[in-house]
């Protein structure tokens, strides 16, 4: 065999051991090749759909590819949370978990299609609010006390809105009217858009929204804010008391945002997101864009994150039972 006819021989040989070599070793090609896609649970307009589109113009802009907020509603946000558990566990499929569906539901509904432990990767925790009691200026309360006092006077002729039977708009209301010993019936919607828009309409009386959501509506005189619902107050509304400040001690409903990913997905694709989302949570970009919704960036391990998740499904299981919501 001539000289370069050989050379040729060996190099194709050597090529084809050292690509051998390169896939037998368990290396993949970077993560992402192609556009990621971000299912949120709930309509386009809430606070749900706000933080994930925040997340998906950082990651885009970061790694180069589309990120894409695609808004599966209904059932309480099970539709889209079971969509992302029966999709291809290979990374490109990711939620924005929200607290309800993820935490409170499996309390409150008896066959959810999907197990947030069994059937989820937590990635990371991006961040949280409180939610906050908005009533109308046209009531005429200035505190939480009177409109306590005004819920005893009407017994369940005032109304309140809700993102959903089962959501937290819904179920931090229930525990409120519980904790006050009071009623109000309850108006569910398809999502916390359509409740603002009809409480801005006049056809609700109050409402539990989370800040993000509440807050250019409180900005403009829309909204009446009387309290918090965290132990602390928050940032965005420095001025506005905390319900347990005001003598309802125990209570504190604080909502969360994070990114989940179907269970299975490679260690490595779930590392490589959780590091660009914190890195992202520390851009004063991407921070600045998410206080001005009222929320509190946060970030952490995937570990952080699923140990979270777990406490958090033990303290709704909790509340659920002492407030005695069922959702059928």
Do not use: C
């Not at 009531?139 to 005893?152: C, D, P, T």
């Not at 056809?203 to 602390?232: C, E, N, R, W, Y």
């Not at 003598?247 to 260690?267: C, E, H, I, N, Y």
């Amino acid at each position: 065999m001539p000289f370069h006819t050989r050379w040729i021989h060996h190099a194709a040989t050597a090529a084809f051991f050292l690509v051998a070599a390169f896939f037998s070793s368990g290396v993949q090609a970077a993560f992402p090749e192609r556009s990621v896609r971000i299912v949120v649970p709930f309509p386009p307009g809430g606070a749900v759909d706000s933080v994930a589109r925040i997340v998906a113009g950082h990651l885009s802009q970061a790694w180069g590819t589309p990120v894409v907020v695609d808004n599966k509603a209904g059932a309480g946000g099970a539709i889209g949370v079971d969509a992302v558990a029966k999709a291809p566990k290979t990374g490109y499929e990711l939620l924005l978990a929200p607290i309800g569906p993820m935490t409170i539901n499996p309390s409150l509904y008896p066959r959810l299609p999907y197990d947030t432990v069994r059937d989820f990767e937590a990635i990371v925790l991006i961040a949280g609010t409180p939610s906050v009691l908005v009533v109308q200026p046209r009531l005429g309360v200035e505190s939480a006390q009177q409109f306590v006092s005004l819920l005893k006077a009407k017994p369940g002729e005032l109304n309140y809105g809700s993102a959903g039977s089962g959501n937290l708009t819904h179920l931090a209301a229930e525990y409120f009217l519980s904790q006050t010993q009071t009623r109000a019936v309850h108006v569910p919607y398809k999502g916390s858009a359509p409740a603002i828009t009809d409480f801005l309409g006049g056809q609700l009386d109050f409402m539990f929204d989370v800040v993000p959501t509440a807050l250019p509506h409180i900005q403009a005189g829309k909204f009446k804010p009387l309290a918090v619902t965290s132990l602390k107050r928050s940032p965005a509304l420095p001025d506005v008391p905390t319900l347990a400040e005001l003598g309802w001690r125990s209570f504190d409903v604080t909502s969360w945002w994070g990114l989940m990913a179907p269970k299975g997905v490679p260690s490595d694709v779930i590392r490589g997101i959780n590091a660009e989302v914190n890195r992202g949570l520390q851009l004063p970009a991407t921070r600045d864009a998410l206080v001005k919704l009222g929320a509190n960036p946060l970030g952490g391990t995937p570990e952080e994150f699923g140990a979270h998740v777990q406490a958090e499904l033990r303290r709704w299981h909790e509340v659920v039972v002492r407030s005695g919501t069922k959702v059928e």
